[in-house]
């Protein structure tokens, strides 16, 4: 996002640049110099003119406009102390750019509010979507668990497995850092809770030994994808109990 955030601003910018610094041209010098000698001619600026030419050292006639085709150097100089003067300054270029650079930043940080918005409205989406599957899961394994030898109920348990890990491998894809996620789809894929989960586990003793321990691995996994699920609801924060050092 950054990155393009940042391409959009350099382009608008050098738009702002073009419209400010080319806006200029000799289209702009010649309205400049028609609004210089019409504020000249004028009857109320006469006399102003007049006292300009004194200022300067020059005698304006009576007949401006005569004067004006006759000594039009002189009448260039007066007319141009005069306007200088009464003119008011024109505005700098950051003067003329804020109107502009206003907007822009206006729409940078709508654009970024939204972004964010999406953000956090994603991430609570994807830690319910994690939630939902862990608890299918759960129940799934648990029924499995209670179910009597040759009545256990496998394709609940690899339904369920199959959605878990799909919700994990979303979260990887997009937390690449967050190496306790792979160690999560590894013992789905792997360990005790894996493909081994549904294998012949014995009778009597065994199988009772081999329940207990699924169920203390179950609870957990549950532990495990929570902290994974409650990480996704808060994007602002930093998450250490993600990364290596923190397993």
């Not at 003119?87 to 709508?110: C, N």
């Not at 964010?116 to 830690?127: F, N, S, Y």
């Not at 179910?147 to 990887?172: D, F, H, I, N």
């Given at each position: 996002?950054?990155?393009?955030?940042?391409?959009?601003?350099?382009?608008?910018?050098?738009?702002?640049?073009?419209?400010?610094?080319?806006?200029?041209?000799?289209?702009?010098?010649?309205?400049?110099?028609?609004?210089?000698?019409?504020?000249?001619?004028?009857?109320?600026?006469?006399?102003?003119?007049?006292?300009?030419?004194?200022?300067?050292?020059?005698?304006?006639?009576?007949?401006?406009p005569a004067w004006r085709a006759a000594k039009p150097a002189e009448f260039e100089r007066v007319c141009s102390a005069l306007y200088g003067s009464e003119k008011a300054p024109s505005p700098d270029w950051f003067t003329q750019a804020l109107p502009?650079?206003?907007?822009?930043?206006?729409?940078?940080?709508?654009?970024?509010?939204?972004?964010?918005?999406?953000?956090?409205?994603?991430?609570?989406?994807?830690?319910?979507?994690?939630?939902?599957?862990?608890?299918?899961?759960?129940?799934?394994?648990?029924?499995?668990?209670?179910?009597?030898?040759?009545?256990?109920?496998?394709?609940?348990?690899?339904?369920?497995?199959?959605?878990?890990?799909?919700?994990?491998?979303?979260?990887?894809?997009?937390?690449?850092g967050w190496s306790r996620v792979q160690a999560l789809l590894d013992g789905l894929r792997e360990g005790p809770l894996g493909e081994s989960l549904t294998q012949p586990a014995g009778q009597g003793d065994a199988a009772r030994a081999r329940g207990?321990?699924?169920?203390?691995?179950?609870?957990?996994?549950?532990?495990?994808?929570?902290?994974?699920?409650?990480?996704?609801?808060?994007?602002?924060?930093?998450?250490?109990?993600?990364?290596?050092?923190?397993?």
């Amino acid at each position: 996002m950054g990155v393009v955030v940042g391409k959009r601003v350099v382009a608008a910018l050098g738009v702002a640049a073009v419209l400010l610094v080319g806006g200029g041209g000799p289209a702009r010098a010649d309205a400049e110099d028609d609004a210089k000698a019409v504020f000249c001619l004028t009857v109320k600026s006469e006399r102003n003119l007049r006292d300009a030419g004194k200022a300067v050292g020059v005698e304006v006639p009576s007949d401006v406009p005569a004067w004006r085709a006759a000594k039009p150097a002189e009448f260039e100089r007066v007319c141009s102390a005069l306007y200088g003067s009464e003119k008011a300054p024109s505005p700098d270029w950051f003067t003329q750019a804020l109107p502009f650079l206003t907007g822009l930043f206006g729409a940078l940080l709508a654009y970024v509010a939204t972004a964010w918005r999406d953000r956090v409205a994603r991430g609570r989406k994807q830690g319910e979507d994690l939630r939902g599957a862990l608890v299918e899961f759960e129940n799934a394994v648990a029924a499995y668990l209670s179910a009597y030898v040759g009545g256990k109920p496998e394709g609940p348990v690899l339904t369920s497995r199959a959605k878990l890990v799909s919700q994990l491998a979303l979260v990887k894809s997009e937390h690449r850092g967050w190496s306790r996620v792979q160690a999560l789809l590894d013992g789905l894929r792997e360990g005790p809770l894996g493909e081994s989960l549904t294998q012949p586990a014995g009778q009597g003793d065994a199988a009772r030994a081999r329940g207990a321990q699924l169920r203390v691995r179950l609870d957990e996994l549950r532990d495990e994808v929570l902290l994974v699920a409650t990480a996704l609801t808060r994007p602002a924060r930093r998450h250490p109990e993600m990364s290596p050092r923190s397993r």
